[in-house]
Nanobody, 124 residues
Framework: QLQLVESGGGLVQPGGSLRLSCAASGFTLGNYVIGWFRQVPGKEREVVSWINVSGFRNYVDSVKGRFTISRDNAENTVYLQMNSLKPEDTAVYYC??????????????????WGQGTQVTVSS
């Protein structure tokens, strides 16, 4: 059974850091495009970052220079290192996977598999 499990969320002060993990089981994560999304109540789920099969990384403008996506094929895990966190980064963070080429990897509808989400709260 294909499964994604996120972990690493929590409460952090502004300027702090967190590392989210997305562990995959039932499939080889390196053969998929992996996306990190976030969602706050009342708003649509938005892309944060994604990494393709070749390892090419993309970021939404609001997190460039602060967040880093990486993949450990041996661990079958994708990470999202989040530094210099801001209150506006507060959200539930989800990892997702697709095995298909998409014209737009920022659209959550393009991903077939999702984790359950992990809460990130940035507050003093």
């Amino acid at each position: 059974q294909l499964q994604l499990v996120e972990s690493g969320g929590g409460l952090v002060q502004p300027g702090g850091s967190l590392r989210l993990s997305c562990a995959a089981s039932g499939f080889t994560l390196g053969n998929y495009v992996i996306g990190w999304f976030r969602q706050v109540p009342g708003k649509e789920r938005e892309v944060v970052s994604w990494i393709n099969v070749s390892g090419f990384r993309n970021y939404v403008d609001s997190v460039k220079g602060r967040f880093t996506i990486s993949r450990d094929n041996a661990e079958n895990t994708v990470y999202l290192q989040m530094n210099s966190l801001k209150p506006e980064d507060t959200a539930v963070y989800y990892c997702s996977a697709t095995q298909y080429y998409r014209l737009d990897f920022t659209d959550p509808r393009g991903y077939e598999h999702w984790g359950q989400g992990t809460q990130v709260t940035v507050s003093s």
